[in-house]
């Protein structure tokens, strides 16, 4: 019996057929969920300054209390489905909620400036960045977030989720929060991305040890600002970077 | 209990023991590999009235494996010895040995490595759908699940020699 073979039955030799769940619970637990979304995607776009929960809530990627933290700290960012106006509910959740369904029937938010095309495929969508009009109370220097959405071919836009700064400013120079994709199954997983203030014209990324580069776009609204992201096939989506860096171009650390 | 409920629970019954031993495979810790499971049938059922005519199976599955990633610097931590199931077939010191010998094999692979091992020779699955799941290139999935061969290789030819020397 070669390794593999070896291995193959293992797997399956080793399988507990009597395994059982709680299936009271998951119900229980699914259902809870799904009001969850549904509260979720009946608008929750802009969120109030302070709720801390909330970028735990409807965060597709913000890290939770037992995540590694990047290197580079960002300052405190909301992560949102995207929609419009604030929700008095959103404070009520208290895990991440996958989005796939969850903005589906909210009318997409207008992109500011060009659409990024990252080259990434889904099916014959493309994976787009662009920043959307975002407003939270009491931050007036907070107007920008940066979305993650697929284009069809016909120009549609389906706009997966965005992250946005909840206090101080959306022009700041440095990083501002790093987008991760949640980990849901979704049908099209988010590329690693988020947005730079500054002159880098490198990204850099570090995982286990190995630095991978990102891509990186100006955005055409404000050239200061640098869009980036991770190829999928370098950073898979979802996978925490343990730092992250900037370099200008004569490669000097921002 | 709904129609819709009722579909699941079937579901959910037959689709566990393969979930949960998913899980094992990947994290080497049953307590772990169970919450994983349950958090994946959560998600399931929570968006069961959209999924139930389509894959259920493979959406559990994606969101089980995706779940999973989140942890994928953590080591492996249980040895089978430990916790040994009640044995309904075969041989208890057969299964415990073949047991600690998965657990020794799969403990020397990266995370990455060892969930497309598990896509591909636990579920099957073919290349292209490991590299969708993962969203990484078909090419990455088969230089890794080398690269996972080569490690399984070493692992089992070092577990001979040693205990040839005992």
Redesign the interface.
């Known amino acids: 019996m070669s390794?593999?073979d070896?291995?193959?039955h293992?797997?399956?030799?080793?399988?507990?057929?009597?395994?059982?769940?709680?299936?009271a619970?998951?119900?229980r637990?699914?259902?809870r969920?799904?009001t969850r979304?549904r509260v979720a995607g009946a608008g929750a776009a802009t969120l109030a300054t302070g709720l801390a929960a909330v970028v735990v809530v409807v965060a597709v990627g913000a890290p939770g209390p037992g995540?590694?933290v990047p290197a580079e700290q960002p300052p405190p960012v909301a992560v949102a489905p995207p929609s419009v106006g604030v929700s008095p509910w959103a404070g009520q959740s208290l895990e991440p909620t996958?989005l796939p369904?969850m903005a589906r029937d909210e009318p997409p938010p207008k992109p500011m400036g060009q659409i990024v095309d990252t080259g990434v495929r889904h099916g014959t969508d493309r994976r787009v960045y662009y920043f959307v009009p975002v407003s939270v109370p009491g931050e007036p220097k907070v107007t920008i977030g940066l979305a993650a959405g697929r284009q069809a071919p016909d120009g549609a836009l389906t706009t997966d989720f965005l992250v946005n700064d909840v206090m101080g400013s959306d022009r700041r120079a440095g990083f501002h929060q790093i987008g991760y994709?949640?980990?849901?199954?979704a049908a099209a997983?988010v590329?690693t991305f988020g947005y730079f203030v500054g002159p880098a014209n490198r990204i850099i990324g570090t995982v286990?040890g190995r630095q991978v580069d990102a891509r990186v776009a100006r955005w055409s609204a404000d050239k200061q600002v640098v869009i980036f992201w991770f190829d999928?096939?370098r950073l898979?989506?979802?996978?925490?970077l343990d730092g992250i860096i900037a370099r200008d171009g004569d490669g000097r650390l921002l | 209990m709904a129609r819709g409920?009722a579909e699941?629970?079937e579901f959910?019954?037959a689709a566990?023991?393969?979930l949960?031993?998913a899980a094992y495979?990947m994290t080497g810790d049953h307590h772990q590999a169970?919450d994983a499971?349950?958090t994946a049938?959560?998600?399931?059922?929570?968006?069961?009235s959209?999924i139930q005519d389509d894959d259920a199976y493979g959406?559990?599955?994606?969101?089980l494996?995706?779940?999973l990633?989140?942890g994928?610097?953590r080591p492996m931590r249980e040895y089978p010895s430990a916790d040994v199931?009640?044995q309904?077939r075969?041989d208890v010191a057969d299964?415990v040995a073949?047991?600690r010998?998965?657990i020794t094999?799969l403990g020397a692979l990266?995370p990455?490595e060892r969930a497309i091992?598990?896509l591909r020779?636990?579920f099957d699955l073919p290349e292209a759908q490991v590299a969708r799941?993962?969203?990484?290139?078909v090419g990455?999935v088969k230089s890794t699940s080398s690269r996972a061969?080569e490690k399984?290789?070493g692992v089992?030819h070092r577990t001979a020699d040693e205990e040839a020397r005992r």
Do not use: K
């Open positions: 390794e593999l070896r291995l193959r293992a797997m399956r030799e080793t399988e507990r057929p009597d395994t059982v769940l709680d299936l619970a998951v119900m637990e699914g259902r969920l799904r979304r995540d590694p996958p369904t994709d949640e980990g849901t199954g997983p590329p286990d999928p096939a898979t989506p979802g996978e925490r | 409920d699941f629970v959910a019954r566990s023991a393969r949960v031993h495979l169970e499971a349950q049938l959560v998600r399931t059922y929570a968006s069961w959209r959406y559990a599955r994606r969101t494996v995706n779940h990633i989140d994928w610097r199931p009640e309904r075969g299964e073949t047991r010998w998965l094999i990266n990455r091992v598990v020779y636990y799941e993962l969203a990484v290139s990455t061969l399984l290789r089992t």
